[in-house]
């Protein structure tokens, strides 16, 4: 009997600002490997994974994609030069398209602890092709193309066993959607009827349609939720209700809404990553556009007016301590934190002390800018303060409105919720 063995495989870059998606290349791809490979199982639902929304040298979403196929031993390098010239063939090379393509043969669906650890920092950090490379050479990894390999790699590794979600792409015609007119009653009908298994299709703050991106791309909709079954039906009714006709969709099982870049933000700020701080907001003001500004310590904290409601909160807050979150950027001589989320800690009345050593229970003290020293143990950590509320207040929190979050941040949609979608059923209808 001949062995069977996994290929997973990784495309990224394969669009770029003028056009072209790499889920809709993943989705062809797709489409021409069950018709022309009978015989090879496609082991699990294709993932969308959303690396580092802050890195400059990125596309329009900073998305990759994976698949895992089951296939006899003797049939891999076939496989691999088809996915290899179907991916030439689809992927867009305009712009700073560079597309890329990572191929791993294993034993297993899981995949090294090392790729997984390079996915969390692809998540959170700026990756180098060097570090790439040593990964690659390490778990025998084959990478063709260009820059796009950095996130193929990285979205080897995808870890999604805490949490994740699910988004149904539909494709077709780009020139649809210059005339296509969705009502918002209709869309905000379906929302209500699927909730809380769908999320982010509606903005009710502006009364707005959420699941049709904007760009050039051929994606028509995107439906994001918790159950397929729901996002199915949702897209069934849509399509019918619209009388319009796509090229066909494929159901992702994503990272989106989950904010694994905030679970791992580092608390130190460097540019182009994920940042969490806990602040002193002591003065704050606004901009000649209106965005918020403030600045504590050597940080200077940047809220954009369209955020919605987030500019009022930090006003309202003036002396109290915040939780905050949000992308950095050195300018200047100085970082700025540009803000994706808040949460109040504490009222204006507080207490600060220096935490204990976790390794021997000591009280840290200061030893230089940013860091703390524990005496006994010589243990070196990142300064930080323990917030002791004097005065007890309510901790509220303050996210985007709707149509202004990225795709890593989680919607009040999902709060309570979260893992759901790694418990349910897949539907047989996850490609058409």
């Known amino acids: 009997m001949l062995k069977q063995v996994y290929l997973h495989v990784a495309i990224d870059d394969a669009d770029s600002h003028m056009g072209g998606c790499t889920t809709y290349v993943t989705y062809r791809l797709l489409k021409d490997i069950i018709r022309e490979f009978s015989e090879i199982e496609?082991?699990?639902?294709?993932?969308?994974?959303?690396?580092?929304?802050?890195?400059?040298?990125?596309?329009?979403?900073?998305?990759?994609?994976?698949?895992?196929?089951?296939?006899?031993?003797?049939?891999?390098?076939?496989?691999?030069?088809?996915?290899?010239?179907?991916?030439?063939?689809?992927?867009?090379?305009?712009?700073?398209?560079?597309?890329?393509?990572?191929?791993?043969?294993?034993?297993?669906?899981?995949?090294?602890?090392?790729?997984?650890?390079?996915?969390?920092?692809?998540?959170?950090?700026?990756?180098?092709?060097?570090?790439?490379?040593?990964?690659?050479?390490?778990?025998?990894?084959?990478?063709?193309?260009?820059?796009?390999?950095?996130?193929?790699?990285?979205?080897?590794?995808?870890?999604?066993?805490?949490?994740?979600?699910?988004?149904?792409?539909?494709?077709?015609?780009?020139?649809?959607?210059?005339?296509?007119?969705?009502?918002?009653?209709?869309?905000?009908?379906?929302?209500?009827?699927?909730?809380?298994?769908?999320?982010?299709?509606?903005?009710?703050?502006?009364?707005?349609?959420?699941?049709?991106?904007?760009?050039?791309?051929?994606?028509?909709?995107?439906?994001?939720?918790?159950?397929?079954?729901?996002?199915?039906?949702?897209?069934?009714?849509?399509?019918?209700?619209?009388?319009?006709?796509?090229?066909?969709?494929?159901?992702?099982?994503?990272?989106?809404?989950?904010?694994?870049?905030?679970?791992?933000?580092?608390?130190?700020?460097?540019?182009?990553?994920?940042?969490?701080?806990?602040?002193?907001?002591?003065?704050?003001?606004?901009?000649?556009?209106?965005?918020?500004e403030t600045t504590c310590g050597d940080l200077n904290l940047w809220c954009y007016r369209h955020l919605g409601t987030m500019c009022t909160e930090i006003e309202r807050d003036l002396g109290a301590v915040l939780d905050v979150w949000g992308g950095a950027k050195l300018q200047d001589g100085k970082y700025y934190i540009y803000i994706e989320g808040i949460r109040k800690v504490a009222d204006r009345q507080v207490r600060l002390e220096n935490p204990r050593c976790p390794r021997c229970g000591r009280r840290l003290v200061s030893s230089g800018r940013d860091l703390m020293k524990c005496e006994k143990c010589g243990l070196v950590l990142p300064k930080e303060k323990i917030v002791h509320p004097i005065v007890e207040s309510e901790h509220t929190f303050s996210i985007p409105k709707f149509s202004e979050h990225r795709h890593l941040m989680k919607s009040f949609e999902r709060v309570g919720v979260e893992g759901l979608a790694n418990v349910l059923n897949i539907s047989v209808l996850w490609i058409v």
């Open 42 to 292: 496609i082991a699990d639902l294709p993932l969308l994974v959303r690396l580092n929304p802050y890195v400059p040298f990125k596309t329009r979403g900073n998305a990759a994609t994976k698949l895992i196929l089951r296939t006899c031993e003797n049939a891999v390098d076939k496989l691999r030069e088809f996915i290899i010239s179907k991916v030439e063939q689809y992927a867009e090379r305009r712009g700073k398209a560079s597309p890329g393509i990572a191929f791993l043969i294993s034993n297993s669906l899981q995949v090294p602890d090392g790729l997984r650890r390079l996915y969390y920092k692809a998540v959170t950090d700026v990756v180098t092709f060097d570090i790439v490379k040593k990964i690659c050479d390490r778990y025998n990894i084959e990478t063709i193309g260009g820059r796009g390999i950095i996130g193929a790699v990285a979205a080897l590794g995808a870890d999604f066993s805490n949490d994740s979600t699910y988004e149904l792409l539909i494709y077709g015609d780009p020139q649809i959607k210059k005339s296509l007119e969705v009502n918002y009653e209709l869309v905000k009908l379906l929302h209500e009827l699927s909730r809380p298994f769908t999320f982010l299709d509606v903005d009710p703050e502006d009364c707005t349609v959420l699941l049709m991106p904007a760009g050039p791309d051929p994606v028509i909709f995107g439906i994001r939720g918790e159950s397929p079954l729901h996002i199915l039906t949702f897209a069934s009714v849509l399509l019918t209700a619209l009388g319009l006709d796509v090229e066909g969709w494929l159901l992702y099982r994503t990272n989106q809404g989950t904010e694994i870049h905030v679970e791992h933000a580092a608390w130190r700020p460097r540019t182009y990553r994920p940042v969490r701080k806990i602040v002193h907001i002591e003065h704050c003001y606004r901009t000649e556009e209106r965005h918020v």
